[in-house]
């Protein structure tokens, strides 16, 4: 286990890569700096733990299939954790960052006010329901892929809906209802999802 004090001014990328740390945390006091891939690859990681004050966290905190728990301290107003699924807010709009890829809850639910970023679902081991809001128009590239438990996906109402490369080896994926709002879906969106065996289309294509 490592814990940050509040003296730390900054982490490099790749810092603790492929480390055999279970857990991280930051003082709820202090800001430091930390780069992209500072915590990527580490295949004991269980729980992280976001400072009150940290507003200049740049990790996804990607590639670590034991992270089951995400915290934030209380009152941080650029970052939050719900149901261990962390969001960065740019502006007045929040993002998803990382949904722990061991966490309990089997369900995600996108919510009204938050909008995906790249690989934020990737590899979320114990992800079962996905549920998509009528607010994002798009599943952009490589976000749910190596979903392995996925299989409910409900897309959200948007107009013009597209389905990018996005569910890559979802392999307990059976059945997928694609509404009429979806106008496109992009080359290998579900590939090698080897489960799959029928789409519906609303619209009475298939």
């Known amino acids: 286990d490592i814990v940050f004090t509040s003296s730390?001014?900054?982490?490099?990328?790749?810092?603790?890569?492929?480390?055999?740390?279970?857990s991280v945390t930051f003082a709820d006091e202090g800001n430091?700096?930390?780069?992209?891939?500072a915590f990527r690859w580490m295949g004991e990681l269980e729980s992280f733990h976001i400072g009150s004050e940290m507003?200049?966290?740049h990790d996804d905190l990607d590639y670590n299939p034991k992270l089951a728990t995400i915290t934030v301290g209380e009152g941080n107003t650029h970052y939050k954790a719900v149901e261990n699924v962390l969001y960065s807010r740019y502006s007045s709009t929040w993002y998803v960052i990382r949904i722990a890829q061991n966490r309990a809850e089997t369900s995600f639910t996108l919510p009204d006010d938050a909008f995906l970023t790249s690989?934020?679902?990737?590899?979320?081991?114990?992800?079962?329901?996905?549920?998509?809001?009528?607010?994002?128009?798009?599943?952009?590239?490589?976000?749910?892929?190596h979903c392995e438990s996925l299989?409910?996906?409900?897309?959200?109402?948007?107009?013009n809906f597209e389905i990018g490369?996005?569910?890559?080896?979802?392999?307990?994926?059976?059945?997928?209802?694609?509404?009429?709002?979806?106008k496109s879906i992009a080359q290998c969106a579900f590939e090698e999802c080897g489960a799959l065996r029928t789409v519906i289309f609303?619209?009475?294509y298939d």
């Open 119 to 145: 690989y934020c679902g990737f590899g979320a081991l114990t992800l079962k329901t996905l549920i998509l809001s009528d607010n994002e128009n798009r599943v952009p590239d490589y976000r749910f892929s």
């Open 165 to 182: 490369y996005s569910f890559y080896n979802c392999t307990a994926l059976e059945e997928i209802i694609i509404p009429s709002n979806v």
């Open 55 to 57: 507003s200049d966290f």
């Open 8 to 22: 730390l001014e900054s982490i490099s990328g790749a810092a603790f890569s492929s480390s055999a740390i279970r």
């Open 151 to 159: 299989t409910s996906i409900t897309f959200g109402n948007h107009e």
């Open 202 to 204: 609303e619209n009475g």
């Open 32 to 37: 430091p700096y930390v780069a992209s891939a």
